[in-house]
């Protein structure tokens, strides 16, 4: 995958807070038609090919942050604002949760074995003896390889001894956990395949030209701010550590875009833990079952019922931290709009076929808020979350081993001491191919463990693809604040 | 001696410079000393609509746009040898 930074996700940020900071400042309808223009004006140097080019993919990323399915306008000819028009209109948002942007896409050629112009037509050649297929030949001094015949071994690049010989990958196929990302035949561009997809949004941080998004509800989450509408924020527990300032200034900067309560889902990581542990019981512990697995994360809860269907059963029917505290909030307050603010793209999935949450922001997109509303979190007084006190193991869900410390603490919380060393777990840190195929077997073996933790990021929902820092810093201090609770964990 | 002033306000920090916080790693220990690094509110700029964020001061002089922190350890290399 990409770096966390890069021109791509700037570029994304600073349109996002530009549309945000226009629609405030109730601009947007007149100005937002030229800022593809105003992106890369004549005479600019372009990023792409040509200006022309580069106006195209802002305007595109601008559709996507509009929340657009860029894949089903056919119309060419309507302007930005015309979508505007049909962003503030909508009531509901909807599937699919990614759109590509076919003209951002660049049509990648298929994964291959390529001979660079390092080859020095050298006389050994080893590329061409230790082919076991004969796909080498050297023509004009420099090896070719027959892509027919290439079975993909790699033998060629790893004798040559110039390094010549290189391995060209699709960005967003090879990032692709479970074989979701195929290209049209015709164009060769990026198609996303949703009976296979699990939402992880790995593809949006991978392909180098951001030719697919997210679409976002910043325009939707902004609307109703904008209205006054009784909006609640359900900050997930990795937002510490995303932003300047404490936690607790968060709050204060959160009230200051216009949401009148915050909900801290890390409470709601604490229910789902308590209720995941009596599942245990009720299940594993009386022997009925041979292990258990989390629901918390959506995009491993999709890719055991799409992908590994045997695993499905052992996954846990317990609701989810943002499920717990939604229905919260909606009980508190039955007519508020609740936003759930995080690091992930399958929240956004998920959501959409929960009642109790209406939208769903992630930390790059609320980042874009804070720009916009010109918010200096760390000159803010500190406030309290308006959700009752989280422990600290529901604080610690986030990275990676967060869930099974979690576990372990109300195992021994209800069971008592002792029980906490019949809970044996194995923890299965972000999923690629490689731990897919893992957890298919594990799933078919007798295993020394009765509880798997899957996380879909790796490093955990701190390497998720909306956030701001450095998952390992962003660790650091949520293991902080996790040690600061006053309620045990 | 080089002074960097890193703004960690709102608008640098989401735009990028939450990773200048791993800077003091990724120094080495002779760099280090020739560095004062300290981490600053918002410089002003962002609002003033001079540049764009992350923004540096070193040795007085504002750098914009520095998309990560391995770009800002290469400006502060060039400011060393300066
Ligand atoms: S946040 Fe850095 S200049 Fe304002």
């Not at chain 1, 910043?218 to 909006?231: E, P, R, S, T, Y």
């Amino acid at each position: 995958m990409l770096a966390l930074n890069n021109k791509v996700n700037y570029l994304k940020k600073s349109l996002a807070a530009e549309l945000l900071k226009l629609f405030f400042e109730d601009e947007l309808h007149t100005k937002i038609n030229n800022i593809p223009i105003e992106r890369a004006p004549k005479f600019s140097q372009p990023v792409d090919c040509c200006i022309f080019k580069d106006r195209a993919m802002v305007r595109n990323k601008i559709m996507a942050l509009l929340g657009i399915n860029i894949e089903k306008e056919e119309d060419e000819t309507k302007d930005l604002s015309f979508f505007l028009e049909k962003a503030l209109k909508r009531e509901k948002v909807n599937c699919p949760v990614l759109t590509v942007i076919d003209i951002a896409c660049h049509s990648c050629e298929k994964e291959h074995y390529y001979v660079t112009d390092l080859c020095q037509g050298c006389s050994a050649r080893p590329c061409e003896s230790n082919c076991p297929v004969g796909a080498i030949k050297v023509v004009n001094g420099r090896s070719v390889i027959d892509q027919n015949k290439c079975v993909k071994c790699g033998r060629c690049k790893e004798m040559c001894p110039y390094n010549a010989i290189v391995y060209k990958t699709v960005p967003c196929e090879s990032n692709c956990p479970v074989g979701a990302i195929s290209r049209d035949p015709e164009t060769r561009k990026a198609k996303i395949d949703y009976d296979k997809c699990i939402y992880c949004g790995k593809c949006t941080k991978s392909c180098p030209f951001g030719a697919i998004m997210d679409r976002s509800q910043i325009i939707d989450v902004a609307k109703n701010l904008k209205d006054g509408k009784n909006m609640i924020a359900l900050v997930a527990p990795s937002i510490v550590g995303q932003f300047p300032g404490t936690v607790f200034q968060m709050v204060s900067a959160l009230k200051k875009v216009g949401f009148s309560k915050v909900y801290e889902v890390a409470y709601g990581a604490d229910l789902t833990s308590k209720s995941e542990v009596k599942e245990f019981i009720e299940k594993v512990k009386s022997g009925e079952q041979s292990m258990m697995s989390n629901s918390c994360c959506p995009a491993w809860v999709k890719t055991a019922k799409k992908h590994i269907p045997e695993f499905s059963k052992f996954v846990s029917d317990t609701p989810t931290p943002m499920a717990f505290i939604a229905q919260i909030a909606k009980e508190e307050v039955p007519s508020s709009i609740t936003v759930f603010i995080g690091p992930c793209i399958a929240k956004k999935f998920e959501a959409i076929h929960n009642a109790d949450v209406d939208y769903v922001l992630t930390f790059e997109e609320l980042g874009a808020f804070f720009i916009a509303r010109g918010i200096e979190i760390s000159e803010l007084s500190e406030n309290e979350f308006d959700s009752p006190i989280s422990t600290g193991v529901g604080r610690g869900f986030p990275i990676s081993g967060g869930v099974v410390e979690a576990i372990k603490y109300y195992v021994s919380e209800i069971c008592g001491e002792e029980a906490s060393d019949e809970l044996k777990p194995f923890k299965i840190d972000g999923l690629n191919k490689k731990n897919i195929s893992i957890l298919k077997r594990i799933a078919k073996s007798e295993n020394d463990f009765n509880f798997v933790e899957v996380m879909a990021c790796e490093d955990g929902c701190v390497g998720g693809p909306g956030v701001i820092s450095n998952p390992n810093l962003c660790g650091r201090k949520v293991e902080s604040y996790s040690k600061e609770s006053s309620v045990g964990g | 001696m080089v002074e960097v002033k890193i703004c960690i306000g709102t608008a640098c920090y989401v735009m990028g410079g939450a990773n200048f916080l791993l800077i003091k790693e990724k120094l080495s220990d002779k760099e280090r000393k020739k560095v004062k690094l300290e981490f600053v509110p918002c410089l002003g700029y962002c609002k003033s609509g001079k540049g764009k964020p992350p923004f540096v001061l070193i040795n007085g002089k504002i750098y914009e746009k520095i998309v990560d922190v391995d770009a800002l350890i290469e400006i502060i290399r060039e400011n060393i040898e300066k």
